[in-house]
């Protein structure tokens, strides 16, 4: 017999949550979402909801593990790394103005979401606002390669290689499934070190360095 992590109470709530969630985005066309909570400290799942259920379109996809694009939720790694390798910090000034990268098959132009330009911002308000152009520059910063292999030690896999996605992996371009990347994020909590998601009750926890603690400290306190 097998005793899961899941919480009941919490289930419900997750449940009812999404559904509530997802009534109120209807006009906007958002017909599915999903939700995954671990607990930061074990990584022992608490409530896992792949589907709105009978909202849904597809109700018998497992949204935590279907292959997504995160987009932005990669970005609080991406600034950790930099603020690691000592190219920026929290204060630093970062442009966020038009942007033409040259690469193998041409320019690379990022714009950000509303199509325009704040100027000269600070990293922590680059990354509060989720602007797309500084994190692009951030990557140039940080390099293709070096960023692709820490999302791996983060546990975030992907098929192609860095060279592939280019620097729209600043903005999230490779598929990964939820529950990796909420997993990920565990690591921010715990100071850097990574575990894998903990399935049952009573399992032994297992950290790995996988994010200099410094920089996960600071990246978690931009996020608050």
Do not use: C
Request: charged share 15%.
């Amino acid at each position: 017999m097998v005793r899961t992590t899941i919480s009941a109470p919490l289930q419900r709530f997750a449940v009812d949550a999404l559904r509530q969630h997802l009534r109120e985005l209807h006009t906007s066309n958002v017909q599915d979402g999903a939700v995954l909570v671990l607990d930061n400290a074990s990584g022992q799942v608490l409530a896992w909801v792949g589907s709105s259920g009978e909202l849904s379109q597809a109700d018998q996809v497992d949204a935590v593990l279907a292959p997504r694009q995160p987009g932005s939720t990669l970005k609080p790694f991406l600034y950790g790394q930099a603020i690691a390798q000592h190219k920026l910090t929290a204060a630093s000034l970062i442009e966020d103005s038009p942007a033409r990268i040259p690469t193998t098959s041409g320019l690379y132009i990022p714009q950000n979401y509303d199509r325009s330009f704040k100027g000269w911002v600070s990293v922590r308000t680059a990354l509060g606002a989720s602007l797309n152009v500084p994190a692009v520059r951030a990557l140039v910063m940080v390099g293709v390669d070096d960023f692709f292999d820490q999302l791996n030690r983060l546990g975030m896999p992907m098929r192609e290689s860095g060279s592939y996605f280019g620097y729209s992996l600043a903005l999230g371009s490779p598929e990964i499934p939820l529950l990796q990347l909420t997993n990920g994020y565990r690591a921010l909590a715990n100071g850097g070190r990574y575990s894998p998601v903990q399935y049952a009750a009573g399992q032994k926890i297992s950290y790995q360095a996988a994010m200099d603690a410094g920089a996960a400290f600071i990246v978690g306190d931009m996020l608050a």
